[in-house]
């Protein structure tokens, strides 16, 4: 039985206050050979922002499932990819646990450890002040993670990532990773999106200590179990979707420039204050280093981000869950 704790010593931070700590970090690349098994969808990506915005307006209809409707069959996807990740341990060498981190949409591995404000917000350094080590990698078809080479609608889905997310897993298990020793104890941390992932690998995979010893969820409360009015909330909900203001990744920033038809983007900063940045509740400058560091999404994703989500659980190692109380957008609802 899945045990739920709600205080952050089992796993994660002396405190939540980031401090800058004396580190020894290394960013790696290396393969993985995975196989998903992906939605085959009849959806041709996006070529301009009018269909971009036409997409969206289809994908967040009240009352219709999109993915449903543009279902066709499913396909076996296999191949070997490119993964980018940092690992990061105490200055003393490898801490007491690794901690294996994914992020959600809109972002790369690097808002882990956001430089903003002398680190003041960087959840590596948090990390590593309570003895933990590090490894943050990108999500499939983000920065430095097979990125653009991937066909944004066919390949870049959540079963494909998940087995990406296990294969990286088993290799640091294994040691096979250069510059990281073999650790007892490995936690999944995943934010938004990123959770999602975590959640499902520990779903699938639910023996303790084979894949995951423990999982963390941030910016994510489970909400396909939840309801209001009698309506599931989730990613299918209009709101995160509407508020992103998505425009095609390659027509926004000189650095998107290689990205094909079929990834979107934040189309600016408010996009960004929308999605991500609860009112009243954040230093104002921090908008535009984050919006710099803003990352896109595939097509393939939004169809799909909801997919994998409700599976229940048998995974029987500590589960932590972190939902602030003014997140109300996308996986999160208000003291969820």
């Known amino acids: 039985m899945t045990r739920l704790f709600t205080t952050t010593s089992t796993l994660l931070l002396a405190s939540l206050a980031a401090a800058v700590v004396a580190r020894q970090c290394q960013n790696l690349t ?3 050979s995975i196989t998903a098994r992906n939605g085959k969808f009849d959806l041709k990506a ?11 307006l289809d994908l967040t209809q009240p009352g219709r499932n999109l993915s449903d409707i ?6 076996t996807i296999n191949g070997t990819f490119s993964m980018g990740a940092t690992y990061c341990e105490p200055d ?9 981190l994914t992020h959600g949409v809109g972002f790369d591995r690097g808002y882990w450890d956001f430089p903003y404000h002398d680190y003041n917000y960087s959840y590596v350094s948090a990390a590593l002040a309570a003895n933990y080590s590090t490894f943050a990698y990108d999500r499939l078809g983000i920065g430095q993670s097979s990125a653009p080479s991937r066909e944004p609608i066919a390949e870049i889905q959540p079963w494909l990532e998940i087995a990406s997310l296990h294969a990286l897993t088993l290799q640091l298990r294994a040691a096979a990773l250069p510059g990281i020793a073999r650790y007892a104890k490995i ?5 938004s999106f990123g959770s999602r992932l975590t959640y499902n690998l520990a779903a699938t995979y ?9 999982i963390a969820l941030t910016g994510f409360s489970h909400v396909s179990f939840l309801n209001v009015g009698g309506a599931p909330l989730g990613l299918e909900g209009p709101y995160f979707a509407m508020g992103a203001n998505f425009a095609g990744a390659r027509s926004l920033l000189p650095r998107f420039a290689a990205y094909p038809d079929g990834y979107v983007a934040l189309a600016d900063r408010q996009a960004l204050h929308n999605d991500f940045f609860a009112p009243g509740n954040f230093d104002p400058e921090i908008l535009a280093p984050a919006f710099e560091a803003t990352q896109p999404i595939t097509v393939g994703e939004l169809l799909t981000l909801n997919n ?10 500590p589960v932590l869950l972190i939902t602030g109380g003014t997140s109300t957008l996308c996986y999160c609802l208000p003291h969820a």
Do not use: C, M, R
């Open 308 to 317: 994998p989500g409700n599976v229940n659980s048998t995974f029987g190692g």
């Open 46 to 56: 996006p070529s301009n922002n009018i269909e971009v915005t036409n997409f969206i």
């Open 70 to 75: 543009l279902l066709q069959d499913y396909v």
């Open 92 to 100: 003393t060498g490898p801490g007491k646990a690794l901690q294996v």
């Open 187 to 191: 936690f999944h941390v995943g934010h």
């Open 30 to 32: 290396f393969p993985v």
């Open 206 to 214: 639910p023996e303790v200590g084979a894949v995951s010893d423990g």
